[in-house]
């Protein structure tokens, strides 16, 4: 892997970070709300879910591959 590469990997990280925080934010005033759509409330939860999956395989794209 290239410096770019890892540099482009580190990037992508910090945005799918932020979403996944947002997102959090957002269940939670959501959750709050008496009238919530739980539709709405499922969804956006998949969505937290997908990008902690893409946070973790990108991070393990960073750790370098060490020989046996």
Do not use: T
Request: charged share 40%; no cysteine; glycine share 2%.
């Amino acid at each position: 892997m290239s410096f770019s590469d890892a540099a482009d990997i580190s990037h992508r990280l910090v945005e799918l970070r932020l979403e996944h925080r947002d997102l959090d934010i957002a269940i939670g005033r959501l959750q709050a709300d008496i009238e919530a759509d739980e539709l709405a409330v499922k969804r956006m939860k998949k969505r937290k879910l997908q990008l902690k999956d893409m946070i973790s395989r990108l991070e393990s794209a960073l750790i370098p591959d060490e020989p046996a």
